[in-house]
């Protein structure tokens, strides 16, 4: 027989909860060198890829890839295959341990024990699967101007090395069924200073017209956008030609020379996925700090509907924030903008 398939005498529960806590570790307790190494070696492997993409490129690379909808996907399989892992290196190393000639009520109490030792370590990878899912819904509810693959990626812009200061155009979509075009009534410019830690956000009315236009569309709209603002990315849209980087990346840029500032990134949600994303988060708490009173808010499908929401703080659900947001009938439009900052 081989040494290292001979079990030095220990405790079965002992290596099982050992290996729980790392797979190999059970094995190791064990002084079965060998078995530790096989358990052990595909997490060290794991851990160094993910320590090889973070010295390539830094956190921001390594988030990206990890939140990414493929990355997501590949994190919910190596969770399911780590649980598996876990449970057969803790049960190997349980049944190496096991004493010859140990009685039944012996073995049907380390069982026991192994079951619920099992239980404890596989609840840590529901719990990562449940942030993996809740991570996938909200990746989900949220697209950067692909709307059915429209081709708005473009150039790659530049990486961000996590210190210079980054801005993201946030566009908000009045997507009603039915009607292929987009109403992009949300604007909203977020600058983040990572070395401050501070968030600046300015929002472009919806209804602002004769935007300059940058040089590069000047061919069909002239030195001004004569429409509103927020028909643009549609019309960039019906124009391929003239925007081949897609409407999103037309917007950036116009905004871009709007604002005398570099947008690299830009972020699109529907009221769908915007409802999504603040159910998955459990809700949002938002300080009302006027009275919104709306007697025509849109129901859909032509219906109206009447909006009362007092002052005070209150945890909204997705379609209570969206109403927040989104009503503007007894307010300005500026009035709209503030609070759809704060959400």
């Known amino acids: 027989m081989n040494s290292d398939d001979r079990t ?22 064990q002084r079965r060198w060998r078995a530790a190494l096989r358990f052990a070696t595909p ?29 997501l996907s590949a994190a919910g399989i190596l969770n399911i295959l780590a649980a598996l892992w876990r449970a057969a290196a803790a049960t190997e190393a349980w049944r190496q341990g096991l004493t010859r000639g140990s009685g039944v009520r012996a073995t049907l109490l380390s069982s026991v024990a192994l079951a619920s030792t099992l239980a404890v370590g596989l609840s840590i990878h529901l719990l990562v699967g449940g942030y993996v899912s809740t991570a996938s819904a909200l990746v989900g509810g949220i697209f950067s101007g692909t709307e059915e693959g429209d081709g708005q990626g473009g150039a790659t812009p530049p990486s961000w090395d996590g210190t210079e200061r980054l801005n993201v155009l946030l566009i908000g979509v009045d997507q009603r069924q039915g009607e292929t075009s987009f109403n992009t009534d949300t604007l909203i410019v ?26 590069s569309a000047q061919a069909l709209y002239g030195s001004t956008y004569n429409n509103k603002i ?22 950036r840029e116009m905004l871009s020379e709007f604002y005398g500032i570099r947008i690299d990134y830009s972020v699109m949600v529907n009221f769908s996925g915007f409802k999504q994303i603040v159910d998955t988060l459990g809700g949002i708490r938002i300080t009302t700090k006027n009275p ?12 109206l509907r009447r909006i009362r929401m007092p002052v005070g703080v209150r945890t909204m659900d997705g379609q209570e924030a969206l109403i927040f947001a989104r009503s503007r009938h007894g307010s300005s439009d500026f009035g709209r903008a503030e609070r759809q900052q704060q959400v």
């Not at 851990?47 to 909808?69: N, Q, R, T």
């Not at 009315?205 to 300059?212: M, N």
């Not at 919104?292 to 219906?303: K, M, R």
Request: glycine share 10%.
């Open 8 to 29: 030095p005498k220990s405790s079965a529960f002992a290596a099982a909860l050992f290996s729980v806590l790392l797979p190999g570790l059970g094995q190791a307790y």
């Open 43 to 71: 997490l060290f492997l794991l851990a160094a890829g993910f320590a090889g993409i973070y010295v390539a490129d830094g956190l921001a690379g390594l988030l990206g890839l990890l939140l990414s909808p493929l990355g």
């Open 190 to 215: 977020a600058s983040v200073d990572p070395v401050k830690g501070s968030v600046s956000m300015f929002s472009i009315p919806r209804d602002t017209v004769d935007v300059p236009v940058p040089a």
């Open 230 to 251: 927020n028909s643009y990315y549609s019309s960039a849209k019906a124009n391929s030609d003239t925007f081949p980087n897609g409407p999103a990346a037309a917007l």
């Open 292 to 303: 919104i009173v709306d007697e025509t808010y849109p129901a859909g499908a032509g219906h």
